[in-house]
Nanobody, 115 residues
């Protein structure tokens, strides 16, 4: 059974940083392109960062230069470093990958940026 478990969210002041983690089980992690998405209240879930199996990354314009995605295949874990956080970054953050028959999602972790 495939499982994705995110952690690391919380309340942070504007300009602060957080590091999110997502541990994947039940799948061959090293072969998967992993992505981070977020969903703000009342808005659709949107892509923000992705990393291929060989470490090629891409980012949404809204987070480019502030967020960094990385992975540790030995730990079946993908990370998202969030720097220079803004109130508009407040959302539930999800990790995900596209399997052979479906897209898998974690349960999400809440990030709140507020003073």
């Amino acid at each position: 059974q495939v499982q994705l478990v995110e952690s690391g969210g919380g309340l942070v002041q504007p300009g602060g940083s957080l590091r999110l983690s997502c541990v994947v089980s039940g799948s061959i992690f090293s072969g998967n392109t992993m992505g981070w998405y977020r969903q703000a209240p009342g808005k659709e879930r949107v892509f923000i960062a992705g990393i291929t199996s060989i470490g090629v990354t891409n980012y949404a314009d809204s987070v480019k230069g502030r967020f960094t995605i990385s992975r540790d295949n030995a730990k079946n874990t993908v990370y998202l470093q969030l720097n220079s956080l803004k109130p508009e970054d407040t959302a539930v953050y999800y990790c995900s990958f596209l399997g052979t028959t479906q897209r898998y999602w974690g349960q999400g972790t809440q990030v709140t940026v507020s003073s």
